[in-house]
């Protein structure tokens, strides 16, 4: 039962019982308010709360060039060596791959680009 944001279990526990919690985090794109007009036409992406950025490191030294197309699919995948373990979110489409590394992890590989707001590809 939920209380006060707290779910309660009660149940006569044994040995090798488990919980599990499954909470969907979609990928999804977020646009910012019309009146920040230096985010008009862009885009930035968002897994459950956390905020991707865009690094030159994965995604060919620049970022000057880099659109994210309207119909990129995204998926995300854990990976255990980067960063100490982070969760990474490529866009993939019929021009490019893009991958994207959560915004609090970014610039320990080195100084490079970084982007949160990403142009989009007009649709």
């Given at each position: ?61 620049t970022l000057d060039k880099l659109v994210l197309p ?54």
């Open positions: 039962r939920l209380d006060k944001g707290y779910v309660h279990i009660k149940r006569a526990w044994k040995a090798a019982d488990t919980v599990v919690l499954d909470l969907p985090m979609p990928v999804r794109r977020v646009v910012a308010h019309g009146k920040v007009k230096a985010n008009t036409g862009r885009v930035a992406i968002e897994r459950g709360p956390i905020v991707y950025c865009a690094e030159g490191v994965d995604n060919g030294g309207s119909d990129a699919r995204f998926t995300s995948q854990f990976q255990p060596d980067l960063l100490n373990g982070v969760v990474v979110i490529k866009g993939q489409s019929s021009v490019t791959t893009i991958t994207l590394v959560p915004y609090y992890a970014w610039n320990h590989r080195g100084a490079g680009a970084m982007q949160v707001w990403l142009p989009q590809a007009q649709r």
